[in-house]
């Protein structure tokens, strides 16, 4: 058994729409007003033919943060007492992890936090998923909203140093709304795609079949926007058979221990009161 909870780190990305809707004009929201009125929902949804549901904590209790869980139906097959012949008999039971959301605007961008629990469902795939099924079930959404991984930047790095003068291709996806904070001319570029052509993801790919010089200014700086801070993802191919690189495979996560007999609170409430070290930013 495990000694500690794993917590898979996410950026939210959101974008204000220029449709005006009478009931925004009513009632405007700003981002972080949006995100902590969508995960103060609960949410039903169905993910790879198995439904899910999202239940979150009075908000009240646990602002400027919000804390809940995920989770979904399981049916495990168990066996009766000794006595009882060890007779098979299904159990239906649910399975859940705790979902913890930091909505407020900072240096350190807007996070969620989701628990790894193998019955409930990969984080990464539940992540984008969850959000989409929040923002559906409302009848007018201000945001264009995504959620990434927040990703190791530094694995590209080992990756890159390895395959010197081999790598053949580099991918970058990105999400534009607040990528680009610079005022140099690559992020001008960006910035205009987002302003002008009304882009909200910009995809980048860069091939060479002898070679790539991947150590530049621009490909660190994009790097940096797509893993670390979370706002998109980046794949990259060398010479060599299967010798690839996927940013979604280098997951940032942070730990919680299970503590000991004595404490016996539900991790929910713990997660209620450490939210900002699951954040990662203790």
């Not at 990305?13 to 405007?28: F, K, M, N, T, V």
């Not at 646990?62 to 989770?71: A, D, L, Q, R, S």
């Not at 079930?137 to 990703?151: G, K």
């Amino acid at each position: 058994m495990p000694k500690e909870h794993r917590f898979d780190l996410f950026r939210l990305s959101l974008r204000q729409r220029e449709q005006i809707d009478i009931l925004e004009a009513i009632e405007p929201r700003d981002r972080e007003q949006w995100i902590q009125f969508l995960f103060s929902q609960q949410t039903v949804f169905r993910h790879h033919g198995t439904d899910f549901v999202y239940v979150p904590l009075d908000p009240k209790k646990t602002h400027p943060y919000v804390v809940g869980k995920i989770g979904r139906e399981v049916s495990e097959l168990e066996n009766s007492p000794p006595e009882d012949g060890y007779r098979e008999q299904i159990h239906d039971a649910w399975k859940a992890s705790v979902v913890v959301v930091d909505p407020t605007e900072h240096a350190d961008g807007q996070k969620l936090a989701i628990q790894y629990h193998p019955d409930v469902g990969k984080p990464s795939t539940l992540a984008p998923r969850l959000l989409q099924a929040m923002q559906q079930q409302q009848d007018f959404q201000p945001y264009l909203s995504a959620v990434h991984p927040i990703t190791k930047t530094e694995a590209f790095w080992e990756f890159v140093n390895r395959n010197k003068g081999q790598i053949t291709y580099i991918r970058f996806e990105l999400e534009v709304p607040n990528m680009f904070g610079g005022d140099d001319e690559y992020s001008r570029e960006m910035k205009a795609f987002r302003d002008k052509e009304k882009a909200q993801t910009i995809a980048i790919e860069v091939q060479n079949p002898d070679g790539i010089e991947a150590d530049t200014e621009r490909v660190r700086y994009t790097a940096e926007k797509a893993m670390s801070q979370g706002t998109g993802k980046l794949t990259a191919k060398a010479r060599g058979k299967n010798n690839k690189f996927s940013s979604r495979k280098q997951q940032e996560s942070t730990r919680v221990p299970m503590g000991d007999d004595s404490e016996k609170r539900p991790l929910i409430d713990r997660a209620a009161e450490i939210a900002s070290g699951i954040l990662g930013r203790d």
